[in-house]
């Protein structure tokens, strides 16, 4: 029990102060939101002072004192209440993110929890047929995707097969023509539209869950319990299994949840590449486009997932470990 | 050190281990591989004015011309030799992955040796910050911190890559300095008058070498794959020619349209090729270590 | 074929009937990768018969505990069987597939691991454990699996609750019981015991080693007991192999061993084994105070041990006669103006308690030290003697200001420790020191003798320059460590344990400290090396005057260096008095029990 | 050419290491891409790459926002055309206007225009539009209300006084879009409201919309219905440059790299048009020394080659720029004939290094230096991810350094890069300026009424230049109605900025028109450039007015 609170009072912290680094960060870029809303104006041709006033009228300025912001801040976050988006304006942020969330979550989410558990099955089987194929394929295979850059993977699997192949569409999340909805042919066409986003991110994040579970696995098949199993005739099945890997996955797990900001982070590349409607994509352009607001909202939200994902690996891990539990 | 010097003596300790160290990678065939690989990568980087037929920066060719005689892997949109871009961009690459890799290895092993000796509140605290750092996602600090610092060239992106990477490093020396900690010679050494600092770093820190090597060849290939992808998103300096501004240039220019995708697949290759030479070199570490994970096999 | 037959076969077993386990010229070599290969076993060949009860002895690195994987088939990389044969039974075991060689474990051969934390599954309860082997050979019907889990756990003398723990919800001694129970439920011909009670208390081993020895009558099964500990050993076993750098040297009954050991080495082992309780009591090199030299003020026994030569011949490896040598001239090093016995400060220990906060809310704090009181008298020797957990140890760190004490005070002359910060507190260093459990962890690695005596000197001492290093090599001349020179630049693992010990004892030694506290400095080190050390010891308190609280929970070394002795246990002094007198008239029970648990073979084999 | 041929051993060396991607280019040279239209799109449907998704749409037809769906400018009409080429205007809701003194605009609306909903467009739309932007300034992109001072609708007469003497404010006021009253005026906030619904005047009227795409059809109300040949056009959001190329777009405005071996090969009925649409130069900060020395400009503009500045730039598509600050060949005939060279100002190294002599500056054949005897170096500002601006300044750089004088590159991103320019906080920058309205493109960057000190921010003038003879000039021009005095003094301004240089123009900034011309005929192109091609701004308007289906007419 006493583990449970711990973790969630240290889970309550990291927010508070990921929510106020999160109202720092922005503030620290330089020009201020109308200056990028020019910025994008000024590519179509010279922009008068008469326009920047407008941009300045409808995308208003920052205002007030650093704590007063602060404390705004911190009551709209208590409401939901991100604002409106400066880049997108007059959209709200909510709206905004709202719209890219499910897209992200069950690309990024699905993506993320298939790679683990292929991965880490893979490791544990690389552990266990060490020194042969099996192990050789899946950890120098794997470890050289891993050293694919995310773009340049998602670049190439979209030329190849999107643009000269014709086997996968090129852009979006659904077809143009296709008005989201929830019927079979809808599904059929995201999961079509998310194929290659979703291959790149397991391709290339597929190498470090084998590598951690094998060196884990190796590790724990050397421990005195798991030879005391052998010289009990316990089945290799039951000892790779319920000895070694239900032991070594622990400290996999604690990767997990880490491991998730990484992925939502490589899901910025990924998004871009493909024109995938999600958060990665949207956070860029609330970089590009000096969005505080939108930012502000996706920064936290991403931060907020990683925490509840930690805290969810955290309790898992309290439930598959009892030494944690008592 | 104050004793005095009156005996030739043999190979200082900790290079006599460096070299027991290497020897050991060396041994293991995927590391060794790894070295190879990354040998080459420095030779060709060093070399690079000799080796690469043209100045990377030189515009005067043809433009998006197609692999010849003259330039083997054709030109850029700009009239650039690209495979002398390619020899050049090894220069950035490597500086870039060992220079974020160690500045973040070398915060990562102050932070992570004085977290895992001190005990009580300043070990929370500490604990606290890197958990922060851990959980907050890395790319899109990279690219606020970037966008900030836009304009301040390679070394910004060095420092960018350096300053958020480096938790998860911290975090592993941490437990390992914790459980050296309670080894006795680290209460020997306070017996003998030793200091903490003195303790932490010249006690405790030689004996986590090959874990810190591991984790500065870690933190290196991350580097390399961040300072790329800060490239191609146009957040870092593309007047310098690296792999990753050169992928930037061939998005930019439509590489994928004009046929010049050995533009666009080089430097990714290389990249891949050059992150992989370090992970094999790792696979090498991890087998000092943990001698567990020297090759062999189970026999199953 | 039949082992009986061959000629080369040590001794037919008893009843004369076919061998259990027939092992004929093993060999078995250790390949590590990107090192060289080493044989840790070297043509070794040996019968067990049906229901004998064979032990194995040796030092570390004897090959002992490889033989016994490789016997049980469970040798694995680096270690691989190079050649010879093992049958059991009259199947050679190389011959088994993998699948055979699962299935004949219930009912073949059964291996109990060296104890430690490691040995069960963490995340699986007891009863899973059962589980898992009821369900791996279904020799137990499903219906009948609990009883019999239940029963197996009676056998070993636990209660059936156990099975519903965790490991690491039980003591080290029931996870050995567990441990034991888990193997006997294969229900084995042959149990092979790898060092079953090394890492256990004294009267833990002894209650795990009478229930060994019970069911080994009861069930009949063969067993093979691999172990360290002679002791142990011939007090358990029918025969005895001893073996050493790979080999069996000799293979006698107990009773033989015992009595007419045949090989120098068997002879060795043994002379490094005693009885703390008989009236003399001496080592190889070192021998206890008569009991009748009760006195605080130190042995007036001949000092002569000293020079004789701290280390038993072939004891610390090659280096070891020439260093042994050396410390025979140790005393001329001693410069002018050493302190004489007397002349120190007087350690007084009184109505120390130590508590730790509860682990858990509502869990009761722990009482590791519980009013202690004693005086260390000036140039005196006293044992602090208790199993794990009696607050020695946290005494121990009181008396070096480590740990602060919740109530009372220890005073070192008119200093109290107790309120000691920062610089203070490593000034205490000067008068202070410690020797370390264990060598292998007490240096540095990466570090030089030099280095690690050098940083001991400069921090401690006003020594500086060319003065500093003379005192250096002076140290390691007073430990034995010569040629000095060369010691000096040796790292450790270039050092056997013993060797390893004197250069901690060395820095201890440089402040040219008051006190030095020992804790349990010779029991990681192979019984050979033992007296070594402590005739150093002992010898180095009684040239420099210093005094010695020696922690340990081996009564046989407390009798050989020490004068008085307090018997710890939960945390509370329980006995006090001369050493010897002590150890011969002990009144306490838990004192008794201590003694009692000390093996002896002499009680089973006749004196 | 000055590397010598790469040594053999150097080959062989690199040989193993690039025979695999040797062999991998040799096989990609034959992936060319071609064009792959989709089949379901009629002949009477034109495919228009005009709005990028980000990545996907969100519905905001407000006309007034930045952030507004680029069609919005197809939907709702201006009162006058103006053309991005030259800066003409041809009447579009105003049929015709009058300017009787320089203070007073009067515009004659047009008859028989109707709303999308059948309602006509009565001058009571051009009163509320007015009051609307009044009411709401950050809806006044063009800032109309900057000038007017009072606006008085009398049934199709709209009777405006300007508050000073200022002629060129007819093309700002008249370039304002016209919104239907009766749906606005019940709108709480214009500003911003997104009129996801959108009903405007336009040729053309939403059909659907999706998060990917949307289509436009055409209005047979509109005014001009039968002009308009095009049925339907087509907006997907996926229009990256590989998406132009593949999928058969009609009209596509991009900068293609090697557009002769992209665009133009993918397809055989693909063509290109990039006339000017400014002029890309070095702007500098003339509150910060030496560029407040007219001899140090000079040097500048004489040491740099504008025509190889264009062709790394540009890839040769663009050329060189006039000093004129004129756009050569649109803006010809508004152009000073007693200007040499048509203004241009070619590269000469010797001039150039006289006239840093003659502000001062010391050149020994490696190292320019400044009157103080310090190597004479500047930082140039650009913004990240402007490719062709980083090219330019990397080739001024080059250029630069050849007579001694060390640049530095500078690249914040966009955002950074206008606060720095706003704000002054620069030493010279790369900025694109004047364009079709040669006038306006004079005093935004000349006019001493918008200068303001270094760390105050201003839109215009960002270069702080202060001339007397400019705002003479400037005024003169704004009282004058008297189109040959306005030539006059238009030559004038060219003159000065020809000889004072406040920006050293380096190449003209294109529009980047792509279309195909298989399906649709009658597209603007250099001998009948009566519009540029692109797809946003109120470009499509003539542009969709004047084309035609091709298989009609061949049937």
Not at chain 2, 113 to 137: A, D, M, Q, S
Not at chain 4, 155 to 173: F, Y
């Amino acid at each position: 029990m006493r583990y449970f609170l711990q973790r969630g009072g240290w889970f309550a912290l990291t927010l508070w102060a990921a929510i106020t680094l999160n109202f720092l960060l922005p503030r620290m870029m330089p020009g201020s939101p109308a200056d990028a809303a020019i910025a994008k104006l000024s590519q179509n041709g010279p922009v008068t002072e008469e326009t920047r006033r407008a941009v300045e009228a409808q995308l208003g300025v920052p205002d007030g004192s650093l704590i007063q912001q602060y404390v705004d801040y911190l009551r709209q976050i208590l409401s939901l209440d991100f604002g409106v988006s400066y880049a997108f304006y007059p959209e709200p942020v909510s709206g905004l993110v709202a719209q890219a969330l499910p897209y992200t979550l069950v690309l990024v989410g699905l993506v993320t929890i298939a790679s683990f558990v292929i991965g880490t099955l893979l490791g544990v089987l690389a552990a266990w047929r060490r020194g042969t194929w099996m192990d050789a394929l899946p950890t120098v295979g794997g470890s050289f995707l891993t050293t694919f850059p995310y773009f340049w993977t998602s670049l190439l699997l979209l030329f190849f097969l999107g643009y000269v192949a014709h086997l996968f569409p090129t852009f979006g999340a659904f077809s143009a023509t296709t008005q989201p909805g929830l019927d079979w042919g809808t599904v059929v066409d995201a999961v079509y539209h998310a194929a290659l986003p979703a291959t790149t991110m397991l391709i290339t994040s597929l190498g470090g869950w084998v590598l951690g579970m094998r060196n884990a696995m190796i590790t724990t098949l050397g421990e005195d319990h798991v030879t005391f199993a052998e010289a009990n005739g316990i089945p290799g099945r039951t000892v790779a299994l319920k000895y070694a890997a239900r032991n070594a996955i622990l400290p996999n797990l604690t990767g997990f949840g880490m491991a998730l900001g990484g992925v939502v982070g490589g899901s910025i590349l990924v998004e871009q590449v493909f024109g995938y409607p999600g958060i990665g994509f949207l956070l860029f352009n609330a970089v590009t486009g000096q969005d505080y607001p939108l930012m502000q909202a996706i920064f936290l939200m991403i931060t907020v997932s990683v925490l509840v994902a930690n805290l969810l690996v955290d309790i898992l891990y309290g439930i598959l470990d009892p030494r944690t539990r008592r | 050190m104050s004793a005095p010097e009156t005996a030739p003596r043999p190979l200082p300790p900790a290079l006599a281990g460096l070299r027991g160290g290497l020897r050991t990678i060396w041994t293991h065939r995927k590391a060794r591989i790894g070295l190879i690989v990354l040998g080459l990568f420095v030779v060709l980087a060093v070399l690079a004015p000799w080796i690469a037929p043209y100045d990377p920066k030189d515009n005067s060719f043809g433009r998006s011309l197609a692999g010849s005689a003259q330039h083997w892997l054709g030109t850029t949109a700009a009239g650039e030799d690209v495979l002398s871009q390619l020899i050049h961009g090894a220069r950035i690459s490597l500086l870039v992955g060992f220079g974020a890799g160690g500045i973040s290895t070398i915060i990562s092993v102050v932070i992570g040796l004085c977290w895992g000796y001190v005990r009580g509140l300043p070990g929370e605290v500490i604990n606290f910050v890197v958990n922060l750092f851990l959980v907050i996602p890395g790319l899109p600090l990279m690219i606020v911190v970037a966008t900030y610092l836009s304009d301040g060239g390679i070394s910004v992106i060095i420092a960018v890559i350096a300053i958020t990477g480096w938790a998860w490093g911290a975090r592993v020396l941490r437990s390992q300095t914790a459980s050296l900690r309670g080894r006795d010679f680290v209460e020997a050494a306070r017996f003998s008058g030793e200091r903490a600092p003195r303790i932490i770093f010249r006690e405790i820190l030689p004996n986590m070498t090959s874990l810190i090597a591991g984790g500065f060849f870690g933190a290196a290939t991350a580097a390399i794959l961040a300072e790329a992808g800060l490239e191609y998103l146009g957040l870092g300096d593309s007047t310098i020619v690296s792999w990753g501004t050169m992928l930037y240039w061939a998005q930019n220019s439509n590489a994928l349209l004009t046929g010049q995708w050995a533009l666009l697949f080089a430097p990714g290759l290389c990249i891949a090729l050059l992150a992989t030479s370090l992970t094999l070199i790792n696979f090498g570490i991890d087998g000092i270590s943990n001698p567990r994970l020297r090759e062999g096999s189970t026999g199953r | 074929m039949t082992g009986t037959e061959t000629t080369t076969g040590p001794r037919d077993t008893p009843g004369g009937e076919a061998p259990l386990l027939s092992v004929r010229d093993l060999s078995v070599v250790y390949e590590p990768v990107g090192a060289t290969p080493t044989r840790a076993v070297k043509d070794v060949s040996f019968d067990v018969g049906r229901g004998e009860f064979l032990g194995l002895v040796g030092e570390s690195g004897s090959g002992k505990s490889t033989l016994g994987f490789a016997i049980t088939a469970l040798a694995r990389p680096p270690a691989r069987i190079e050649g010879g044969r093992i049958l059991f039974g009259d199947v050679d075991i190389a011959s088994m597939d993998h699948e055979q060689l699962r299935t004949q474990r219930q009912g073949g051969f059964a291996m109990v691991l060296q104890a430690g934390m490691n040995t069960l599954n963490p995340v699986r309860t007891i009863r899973q454990h059962f589980g898992d082997i009821f369900a791996a050979h279904r020799h137990v019907a499903p219906a009948r699996r609990e009883a019999r889990a239940a029963e197996l756990v009676r056998r070993v003398s636990l209660g059936p609750e156990v099975l519903d723990r965790y490991p690491f919800e039980l003591s080290g001694g029931m996870r050995q019981r567990v441990t034991i129970a888990l193997a006997l439920s294969l229900e084995p011909q042959l149990m092979v015991f790898d060092e079953p009670t090394t890492a256990l208390d004294v009267l833990v081993q002894h209650a795990v080693m009478d229930t060994i020895r019970a069911l080994q009558a009861e069930e009949g099964f063969t067993a093979i007991l691999i172990s360290h500990d002679l002791g142990v050993v011939l007090e358990s076993a029918h025969r005895v192999l001893v073996m050493r750098e790979g080999r069996i040297v000799e293979d006698a009954p107990s009773a033989d061993i015992l009595h007419r050991p045949q090989h120098e080495y068997t002879r060795m082992l043994l002379s490094h084994f005693a009885d703390p309780r008989a009236e003399h009591v001496s080592l190889p090199g070192i021998e206890a105070p008569e009991p009748a030299a009760d006195g605080p003020d130190g042995p007036d026994a001949p000092a002569a041990d000293g020079p004789d030569g701290p280390d038993a011949p072939a004891a610390d490896g090659p280096d070891a006669p020439a260093a042994d040598a050396a410390a025979a001239d140790a005393p001329a090093a001693d410069g002018p103006g050493r302190r004489r016995p007397g002349a120190g400060l007087e350690l007084r220990v009184e109505g120390v308690t130590k508590s730790f906060a509860p682990p858990r809310r509502r869990a009761a704090g722990v009482l590791a030290v519980d009013d202690v009181s004693f005086t260390l008298a000036p140039g005196g020797a006293t044992a602090l003697v208790g199993q794990s957990g009696s607050g020695k140890s946290t005494l121990a760190k009181m008396i070096t200001g480590v740990e602060k004490p919740t109530a009372g005070t220890i005073h070192l002359g008119s200093t109290s420790i107790g309120p000691l910060r920062g610089r203070a507190l490593r000034e205490l260093r000067r008068t202070v020191q410690m020797v370390f459990q264990d060598p292998y962890s007490a240096l540095n690695p990466l570090s030089t003798v030099e280095y690690t005596l050098t940083r001991a000197l400069a921090n401690l001492t006003d020594l500086r320059g060319p003065a500093l290093r003379r005192r250096m090599l002076e140290l390691l001349e007073t430990v034995g460590l010569t040629p000095v020179e060369q010691y000096a630049a040796k790292l450790p693992h270039q050092l056997s344990g013993g060797q390893r010990q004197r250069v901690v004892i060395a820095r201890a030694l440089a402040a040219d400290p008051q006190v030095i506290i020992a804790d349990e400095p010779v029991s990681m080190l192979d019984v050979s090396l033992r007296a070594g050390v402590l005739a150093l010891l002992r010898d180095l308190r009684e040239r420099t005057g210093m005094s010695l609280l020696y922690i340990t929970h081996d009564l046989l070394s407390a009798r050989l260096i020490t004068d008085d002795i307090l018997v710890l246990h939960e945390g509370r002094v329980v006995e006090q008095g001369p050493t010897a007198q002590v150890m011969r008239h002990p009144r306490d029970e838990y004192t008794i029990r201590l003694l009692e648990a000390i093996p002896d073979p002499a009680r089973v084999h006749g004196a | 050419m000055a590397s010598a041929p790469p040594l053999l051993r150097r080959r062989t060396l690199l040989g193993g290491a690039s025979l695999a991607a040797t062999s991998l280019l040799a096989s990609g040279c034959s992936l060319q891409i071609r064009s792959r239209p989709d089949p379901t799109i009629g002949p009477d449907t034109m495919l228009v790459a005009g709005d990028k998704g980000t990545p996907t749409f969100t519905a905001n037809f407000n006309p007034f926002h930045a952030n507004k769906r680029t069609a919005a400018s197809i939907l709702y009409e201006p009162l006058i055309w103006i053309n991005p080429l030259d800066g003409e205007l041809v009447p579009w809701l105003a049929e015709s206007w009058d300017q009787p003194d320089p203070q007073r605009i009067v515009l004659t609306l047009r008859e028989g225009v109707s709303w999308h909903d059948g309602t006509p467009l009565t001058g009571e739309d051009v009163d509320y539009t007015f009051r609307m932007l009044q009411d709401f300034p950050a809806n006044d992109v063009a800032g109309a209300w900057g000038r007017i001072d009072t606006l008085e609708v009398d049934g199709r007469t709209i009777a405006i006084t300007l508050k000073s003497p200022d002629s060129p404010a007819l093309p700002v006021i008249g370039q304002t879009v016209i919104v239907p009253r009766h749906l606005w005026e019940g709108v709480a906030d214009p500003s911003t409201w997104r009129n996801e619904e959108p009903v405007g005047s336009g040729p053309f009227q939403l059909g659907t919309f999706t998060a990917l795409q949307y289509t436009l059809d055409r209005f047979p109300g509109h005014w001009q219905a039968s002009s308009i040949d095009i049925e339907h056009l087509v907006y997907p959001a996926a229009s990256e440059e590989l998406d132009l190329v593949t999928k058969g777009y009609d009209w596509a405005y991009a900068y293609m790299s090697d557009v002769e071996n992209t665009w133009m090969a993918a397809n055989d009925a693909n063509r290109y048009w990039f006339p000017p649409g400014g002029i890309i130069g070095l702007h500098p900060n003339h509150d910060v020394a030496p560029f407040d020395d007219v001899d140090v400009r000079r040097g500048l503009a004489l040491a740099l080659d504008g025509r190889q500045v264009a062709e790394v730039a540009a890839e040769g598509y663009m050329d060189e720029a006039s000093q004129s600050g004129l756009l050569l060949p649109n803006q010809e005939d508004l152009l000073d004939p007693s200007l040499p060279e048509r203004g241009i100002i070619g590269q000469d190294t010797q001039a150039a290094i006289a006239a840093f002599e003659k502000a001062g500056f010391t050149y020994d054949g490696t190292t320019m230096r400044t009157p103080e005897g310090e190597p004479f170096t500047f930082a140039i500002t650009t913004a990240n991810g402007y490719t062709d601006w980083l090219r330019a300044v990397q080739e001024v750089q080059r250029e630069l350094g050849a007579i001694g004088i060390a640049v530095d590159i500078d690249a914040p991103q966009p955002a950074a890069y206008e606060a720095n320019l706003s704000s002054g906080d620069y030493q010279v920058a790369v900025g694109s300026s004047n364009g079709s309205d040669a006038f306006q493109g004079f005093s935004n960057l000349m006019s001493g009424e918008y200068y303001v000190p270094v760390g105050e921010t201003s839109q215009n003038n960002r270069i702080r230049y202060r001339s007397a003879e400019a705002d003479e000039l400037i005024t003169r021009y704004r009282a004058s109605v008297d189109e040959a005095e306005q030539s006059e003094i238009l030559h004038a301004l060219q003159r000065l900025f020809h000889t004072d240089l406040p920006v050293i123009a380096l190449y003209y900034g294109g529009l980047w028109g792509l279309y195909n011309q298989a399906r649709f005929t009658g597209w603007p192109t250099a001998e009948d450039p009566y519009a540029p091609l692109q797809t946003y701004g109120s470009s499509p308007l003539l542009v969709l007015t004047r084309l035609r289906r091709a298989q009609k007419e061949a049937s």
